[in-house]
């Protein structure tokens, strides 16, 4: 990766959704990062240095309001900013708000 370009990780089981993502991400000028799988996306979180997590709420291995609750309550990668993806109501994005999500 790239030492002076941001870092965007991209955890998002949908192989077409991550891939479309990708590319957006990518033409913005950013380095990408994905990830199919929570513990995946997370492994990689704690070894390399992300600076913005992006993190579908249809994650299958755990619930994405859970997953956000993870990464903000782990000293080594709080300070990560997330912005979650979903496709829930108002309750889901106010609790990932209150979990410490970035964006929802």
């Known amino acids: 990766m790239a030492p002076n370009r941001q870092t965007i990780l991209i955890v998002d089981p949908d192989p ?6 990708e590319e957006l991400v990518r033409s ?3 380095e990408v990062a994905t990830s199919s799988s929570q513990a995946e ?6 070894d390399a240095s992300i600076d913005l997590l992006i993190l579908s709420a249809d994650l299958a291995d755990i619930q994405c309001c859970d997953a956000l ?9 709080a300070g990560t900013r997330v912005i979650l993806l979903t496709r829930g109501g108002g309750a889901e994005r106010a609790r990932g708000l209150d979990l410490g999500a970035d964006d929802v």
């Not at 077409?16 to 993502?21: E, G, M, P, T």
Request: charged share 20%.
């Open 16 to 21: 077409a959704s991550r891939r479309a993502l």
């Open 28 to 30: 913005a000028g950013y």
């Open 41 to 46: 996306g997370f492994k990689f979180v704690h």
């Open 69 to 77: 609750a993870e990464v903000k309550g782990n000293a080594a990668t």
